[in-house]
């Protein structure tokens, strides 16, 4: 386990898995733009079968295979990368040993998106014949993972402050 956590640290890996962020955000609006509609797993407040129906339609058949594409290749990387980096942080930011039990709550936003994810794909492939409860899953698994997502940036918020306080602090005591 040391290994894993040495490697995740490792500022090339960060270096990477950041420039790998980007990349792969910048596919992602390409493809926002492309479908003429918003993707799913970015409704934070959720959806519901009306709205779904309504946005799959904006996308087309050849929209809807693009995202479904998507969401079984891209964005099944993506929560890895990412997820790499925000642990990565969290670690190298813990001002206190016991903070770095804080990097586990990236884990819980990876295994939401990578739910997500196959929930999409399945309700992009099946389109029109979906079910409302398959969209409320949907929904419910998309409102999870904004939680896990807001969790996760306020652990980092909270990190970055203290490791910047205690910089100060030390500054200030050795004035």
């Given at each position: ?19 790998l962020?980007?990349v792969?955000?910048?596919?992602f ?6 479908l ?7 409704l934070q ?7 779904l129906?309504e946005?799959?339609l ?10 479904a594409?998507a969401?079984i290749?891209l ?5 890895f ?5 925000a642990?990565?942080l969290l ?23 990578l ?26 698994t998309?409102?999870?993972?904004s939680?896990?997502?807001l969790t996760?940036?306020?652990?980092l ?12 602090y ?6």
């Amino acid at each position: 386990m040391g290994g894993i956590i040495k490697f995740i640290e490792d500022r090339r890996v960060l270096m990477a898995c950041t420039i790998l962020s980007v990349v792969l955000i910048m596919a992602f609006q390409e493809l926002t733009q492309r479908l003429g509609g918003p993707m799913f797993d970015t409704l934070q407040g959720g959806y519901d079968l009306m709205t779904l129906r309504e946005v799959m339609l904006v996308y087309g058949a050849n929209g809807r295979a693009s995202y479904a594409l998507a969401s079984i290749t891209l964005d099944a990387v993506f929560p890895f990368v990412y997820g790499t980096l925000a642990i990565g942080l969290l670690l190298r930011l813990a001002a206190f040993p016991i903070l770095r039990w804080l990097a586990i709550l990236p884990v819980f936003v990876m295994a939401f998106d990578l739910a997500e994810n196959v929930q999409l794909y399945f309700l992009l492939s099946g389109f029109p014949e979906i079910t409302e409860a398959a969209v409320s899953a949907a929904s419910e698994t998309t409102q999870m993972k904004s939680l896990a997502v807001l969790t996760a940036l306020l652990a980092l918020a909270f990190q970055l402050s203290l490791r910047l306080v205690l910089v100060i602090y030390q500054q200030v005591s050795r004035s």
